[in-house]
């Protein structure tokens, strides 16, 4: 395997920023003959020249300009490094990469992860949807930042990593006007035989409801089992069945799907995790995502 030596390319990348061996020598401390010297090395080690002398100026050959641009990559991402490890700011969008339970609401996603994007510093987020199970392992891997879920981390699960509660809420239950339900009987009673839209078996919020139905004697009629909570939604505002979300979306809900609200309980909790590779958060995004949750989304 061919290794390029990063020394001599740290000396040619200087005396090609300041034009000179003489001003590179004064930069780096290091005597002329000795640049002189490291530069043919590198210049015999690719085998191509790099500079042409023009009077008293060194002048970079076509492959030079190529080297120099690579060069200047390579060092660019070497201060980035730094700085990043260190906290300092860089340059560069920070690149924050996020799992979504497929379970979790879109609507709570976004709102838990919209202040990442509020940061001082530039962020670009990616974000990957999946089941919880999956995103975790990626997170073992170090190819995500954080996995937002419905549930903490299974004491099953032998990896190293840290559940953070972002907060929970009672669930509100809703309908499309179109749905007549008997509202002589009071909540939870009228829910007895109506159309119901359940999210899918597994999850959290579907074990929880189905326990919830069993204490206050309830069976609603179910019509629709859904992976996805938008396209329960949507056939909720088509006017399918009752259906429940987290309660501190509630307005956004019935804004968007033309929905009403017909009841709430405080006995079933929606709680929300964000799941890292740290105990301490330290990642300025997930810091900003778990703040916000805690003190103006469920506090």
Same mark, same amino acid.
């Given at each position: 395997m061919e290794w390029l030596n990063y020394h001599h390319l740290l000396y040619f990348w200087v005396v090609a920023r300041e034009g000179s061996i003489a001003r590179a020598s004064q930069e780096l401390r290091l005597a002329q003959p000795t640049i002189s010297g490291q530069i043919r090395a590198l210049e015999?080690?690719?085998?191509?020249?790099?500079?042409?002398r023009s009077g008293?100026?060194?002048v970079l050959t076509e492959v030079g300009r190529v080297v120099y641009r690579y060069a200047d990559d390579i060092f660019s991402l070497g201060r980035e490094l730094l700085d990043t490890v260190k906290g300092r700011p860089t340059g560069r969008p920070l690149r924050f990469v996020v799992g979504i339970a497929d379970a979790l609401p879109k609507l709570i996603a976004h709102r838990l992860l919209e202040p990442a994007l509020d940061l001082e510093e530039p962020v670009r987020m990616v974000c990957r949807e999946d089941k919880a199970e999956r995103l975790i392992a990626e997170l073992a891997l170090h190819n995500l930042d954080m996995?937002?879920?419905d549930a903490p981390l299974g004491s099953g699960m032998k990896i190293k990593a840290y559940?953070?509660?972002l907060g929970e809420c009672g669930i509100s239950f809703f309908a499309a006007p179109s749905i007549a339900l008997d509202t002589r009987r009071p909540f939870p009673g009228f829910l007895d035989g109506a159309p119901f839209l359940l999210p899918a078996e597994g999850t959290t919020l579907?074990?929880?409801?189905?326990?919830?139905? %069993?204490?206050?004697?309830? !069976?609603?009629?179910i019509v629709g089992e859904f992976d996805d909570s938008a396209l329960l939604k949507v056939f909720g505002q088509a006017g399918a069945g009752v259906l429940v979300a987290p309660s501190v979306i509630?307005?956004?809900i019935q804004n968007q799907y033309d929905l009403r609200v017909v009841g709430h309980t %405080?006995?079933?909790?929606? !709680?929300f995790y964000a799941i890292t590779g740290e105990r301490k958060i330290k990642n300025p995004a997930?810091?900003?995502?778990?703040?916000?949750?805690r003190k103006n989304i469920f506090g």
């Open positions: 015999e080690a690719l085998g191509e020249k790099l500079f042409v008293r100026h060194l996995v937002i879920t559940s953070h509660l579907r074990r929880s409801l189905e326990q919830w139905f %069993e204490s206050e004697r309830v !069976r609603p009629r509630e307005k956004e %405080e006995a079933v909790k929606e !709680r997930t810091n900003a995502v778990a703040s916000a949750a």
